[in-house]
């Protein structure tokens, strides 16, 4: 489902919401797919959507993509904190508004290093970029991502 929950700042709706109007729908899906399959569960939404982390895992779902770290109250560690292992963070390696676009090769090494670290404690993780890499950046800041891959995964 691609029904984005978040802003840059907040979320659209109240949780109150939420849980009247899509929760029924998502848990019931989701229900269905996880007695019927072995099929794991994608929620997409950008933005500012840690108020509602707790409601997307409670649906059912098993994966968060994007996961937009430059948005309010979307810090890794505390994302990583209280959500664990049991939940999968799918993107988030490198934020692709600010550090992959404007910033150095080094900033962009420095917080792929970071947040590889942070995310894939104890499992958990698929690394992506927070959302497509646009056209304006650097060539050089797409080989400082992949060269810091190559070395993480070695």
């Not at 007695?35 to 959507?49: E, L």
């Not at 948005?71 to 988030?92: C, I, N, P, Q």
């Not at 508004?97 to 670290?117: H, M, W, Y």
Request: hydrophobic share 35%; aromatic share 12%; charged share 20%.
């Amino acid at each position: 489902c691609g029904t984005d929950f978040g802003t840059q700042i907040s979320t659209f709706c109240s949780g109150e919401t939420f849980d009247e109007l899509y929760a029924p729908y998502y848990k019931k899906v989701n229900d269905w797919i996880h007695a019927n399959t072995k099929w794991k569960t994608f929620k997409h939404s950008c933005g500012a959507v840690e108020p509602f982390i707790s409601r997307f895992i409670e649906c059912g779902f098993d994966i968060l993509n994007p996961v937009q770290i430059s948005a309010a109250g979307m810090d890794t560690r505390h994302l990583k904190e209280k959500y664990g292992s049991g939940f999968v963070f799918w993107g988030g390696g490198v934020d692709t508004q600010k550090v992959l676009a404007f910033g150095t090769p080094s900033d962009v090494k420095k917080q792929v290093e970071e947040n590889c670290l942070i995310f894939s404690k104890n499992g958990g993780f698929v690394f992506n970029t927070v959302h497509n890499i646009q056209a304006n950046v650097p060539v050089e800041n797409i080989v400082a991502l992949i060269d810091t891959l190559k070395v993480i995964n070695n």
